[in-house]
């Protein structure tokens, strides 16, 4: 095979979409009206949970509106998808080369409540690749750290 025939077929490599779903789960003691209210207040003054002031997770000010609110954290750009009290939070990514969602849902245990944050995407070209590999550990680290916050201000 000559080299030409290898380059054409890695750059058509780079032109297949790649799928990802990452999910993130806790379990918390509280109720999900409290822990809801705790996700709905990310990004605005009342915010106690985010965990990295250095890497601030911004949105929109106002009420969560499907829509029209808008969050910005770790170079993600997206517009809120769904909001359903007590159940859900979920935004629909704005960045070129993504196309999907990532958002917080959240399951009522007993007197516990299983909380999960969950990213399931399209990358469709070789940017969005990158985007994802700049970003990943980078996510990780916010919601780890953002569930141990969690767990933290829950205890008060």
């Known amino acids: 095979m000559s080299a030409s025939g290898v380059r054409n077929r890695i750059f058509e490599a780079d032109r297949m979409p790649t799928p990802i779903d990452v999910t993130y789960e806790q379990t918390f003691s ?5 822990i809801y209210q705790l996700l709905a207040e990310m990004g605005t003054s009342q915010d106690a949970i985010w965990p990295f002031a250095s890497q601030p997770f911004m949105r929109s000010s106002g009420p969560l509106t499907p829509g029209v609110t808008e969050e910005w954290h770790l170079g ?12 859900r939070i979920v935004w629909r990514i704005d960045n070129e080369g993504i196309v999907g969602t990532h958002g917080f849902f959240l399951e009522a245990q007993g007197r516990r409540v299983v909380l999960r944050h969950r990213t399931t995407a399209t990358l469709d070209d070789a940017q969005g690749r990158l985007f ?5 550990d980078a996510q990780e680290r916010a919601i780890t750290g953002l569930f141990d ?3 933290r201000v829950l205890k008060r």
């Open 76 to 87: 993600i750009h997206a517009i809120l998808d769904e909001a359903e009290n007590e159940q």
């Open 132 to 136: 994802w590999r700049r970003l990943e």
């Open 149 to 151: 916050k969690l767990a």
């Open 30 to 34: 509280g109720t999900t009206r409290r």
